[in-house]
């Protein structure tokens, strides 16, 4: 051939491919597995280059089991991780709270929406440490894109900076209907009008209503005694 070759090249690996159209020479590819994987490199070939297959070469996916993003409100740095047998982050994005978010609830540190892969058992134990203590009161809340409503994931422990929670693949809380693969988009809102979590101080009465309590306690008294004498 001559001149500039023109078509597309294809990079698989680990279950994942992606396709750059020349002259574009990159592409993102997310492999859907961990460990040794093969990677194979696929040009289509135009009317002046014949297509060709590329030797398949040898390749090793590290599972990705932490890492550091900025919130979407701007407010630092999140921390989160995860644990349970194979389990990695094959993307993490900070996203503003969307459309239609519980009445009185703000986000002050936005969402994640984060997807997991390769967890063996089913399940994945994440931990989010947020740039700064979560208001009493604070709840945890997940967005469903697939029904695009929203649902408390009231068995998440919040402690201080960090939220702890567990995930089930496909459980009511997966965004994601793949099997293998779990999705959350979620984050710690805070309601408005709701109590603080805790005991909470009861007001004194002042000297002036501690007496008209007192006289009306003692007019129920001597009511109470002069019905007995009847």
């Not at 929406?113 to 390769?118: A, I, M, S, Y």
């Not at 702890?164 to 809380?173: A, C, E, H, K």
């Not at 109590?195 to 007496?211: I, K, M, N, T, Y």
């Amino acid at each position: 051939g001559a001149g500039t070759p023109t078509g597309t090249l294809t990079l698989s690996a680990g279950g994942g491919s992606c396709t750059a159209t020349l002259p574009q020479t990159s592409c993102q590819l997310t492999p859907a597995s961990v460990g040794s994987t093969p990677v194979s490199a696929v040009y289509s070939g135009d009317g002046h280059f014949a297509a060709s297959n590329a030797p398949l070469a040898g390749h090793t996916v590290t599972p990705v089991t932490s890492l550091s993003l900025p919130s979407a409100t701007g407010s630092g740095t999140l921390q989160i991780s995860v644990s349970g047998n194979g389990c990695s982050f094959t993307q993490a994005t900070p996203i503003l709270a969307p459309a239609g978010s519980p009445v009185g609830a703000s986000f002050p540190h936005g969402l994640v929406d984060f997807t997991l892969r390769g967890c063996v058992s089913g399940s994945a134990d994440v931990s989010i440490v947020y740039p700064s203590g979560l208001p009493a009161g604070s709840e945890y809340w997940k967005y469903l894109n697939s029904s695009a409503s929203w649902t408390q994931l009231s068995a998440a422990n919040l402690s201080g900076d960090t939220v702890t929670f567990t995930l089930v693949d496909d459980g009511p809380y997966d965004d994601d209907p793949t099997e293998g693969t779990i999705r959350d988009p979620s984050g710690p809102a805070l309601i408005s009008g709701t109590p603080p979590r805790g005991p909470q101080l009861v007001p004194a009465l002042d000297g002036r209503s501690l007496v008209v309590l007192a006289l009306a306690v003692l007019s129920l008294a001597v009511l109470g005694i002069g019905r007995s004498r009847q």
